[in-house]
């Protein structure tokens, strides 16, 4: 069995390594254009040269499938599906891979600082000034996780720990203790308007671009602060700006954009109620990520199912 990684950007060496010691039985490789079909893939970014060459369109005059299976180190798979992909490539998403933890603590100190209103506190602190501010009600800070997939759902019961009344929305109705959730098209603009402090953590979808509007956020409670961690084409950025200028937005907290990295004139590095972070909320781990892959590779060598399958239509 034959295993390629092709990366952009990232050296695929200590991946190499990594899995030839937690797999010997595979031969493993970088991909270099020309290569002969691979079995499985781990990528990130791939050009569709290595999708047209790895996939051959079909069966080998050697018998060869060629590629079976795409494994993205990502937890979003947006980018890659913009590919020409054949519908039988199966591609496979990473479940957690440490992910989720770092995304649970990212949000949950995003939510607290604004909620303690620590910026504010720094500001004086740096004008040398001795301040006080009123503790506000955890009740009237309903936070609202849009995406209930692995990674938003570990956020919102990690919010549960602060006490923080917890709403979650998902494309479908899911049932998660002490969490009242919100399901569909129909109910979104409740979900909005029961939530003082968003969280996105949807998947990038035709249908989920530019979620993030002036028409949606301006159904949140007035105050509302927004947590982007997912994409940045999820918001419209310009209708962001403005709704915190106008006072229906307090602020926000944006680790994802639309170009990154964000260029150098971009108004959100300068905006006194933004913080800017550098797509850095949950970063994939190697040796974590290794493992997964390793032991789903086996199960399907097994015939068995596995998790995080991609449907190619719904996107995610």
């Not at 971009?266 to 850095?280: A, G």
Request: proline share 7%; hydrophobic share 40%; aromatic share 8%.
């Amino acid at each position: 069995m034959n295993i390629t990684i092709c990366f952009e950007r990232l050296d695929p060496a200590p991946w190499v390594l990594g899995l030839q010691q937690a797999f010997p039985e595979a031969a493993v490789s970088a991909w270099a254009p020309g290569a002969p079909p691979a079995d499985h893939a781990i990528v990130w970014a791939p050009p569709q040269r290595f999708i047209d060459e790895q996939t051959l369109g079909g069966q080998t005059c050697d018998g060869h499938k060629g590629l079976q299976t795409l494994f993205n180190i990502g937890a979003g798979v947006d980018a890659l599906l913009q590919l020409k992909l054949p519908p039988s490539l199966k591609v496979v998403r990473l479940d957690d891979a440490g992910m989720s933890v770092q995304m649970a603590e990212f949000v949950c100190h995003a939510v607290i600082r604004h909620f303690r209103e620590f910026d504010g506190y720094d500001a004086d602190t740096a004008a040398g000034k001795w301040s006080y501010r009123k503790p506000r009600s955890r009740a009237d800070f309903a936070v609202g996780v849009m995406g209930l997939g692995v990674l938003g759902e570990r956020v919102a019961k990690a919010l549960q720990v602060f006490e923080f009344p917890v709403n979650g929305y998902s494309r479908s109705a899911k049932d998660l203790p002490g969490i009242r959730c919100f399901g569909g098209a129909q109910g979104l603009p409740e979900f909005l308007a029961a939530t003082r402090v968003l969280v996105n953590l949807m998947p990038l979808t035709p249908e989920t671009e530019n979620i993030l509007n002036k028409t949606t956020l301006s159904q949140l409670q007035p105050g509302a602060y927004v947590i982007n961690v997912a994409r940045g084409k999820h918001l419209v950025e310009e209708d962001l700006l403005a709704l915190i200028d106008s006072g229906h937005l307090a602020g926000a907290t944006l680790d994802v954009f639309r170009t990154e990295p964000l260029p150098a004139e971009h108004p959100f590095w300068r905006h006194p109620k933004i913080t800017v972070t550098p797509h850095t909320s949950a970063r994939t781990l190697r040796e974590e990520s290794i493992a997964q892959i390793v032991g789903k590779i086996q199960a399907l060598q097994r015939g068995e199912p596995i998790n995080g399958v991609v449907d190619h239509q719904r996107g995610y």
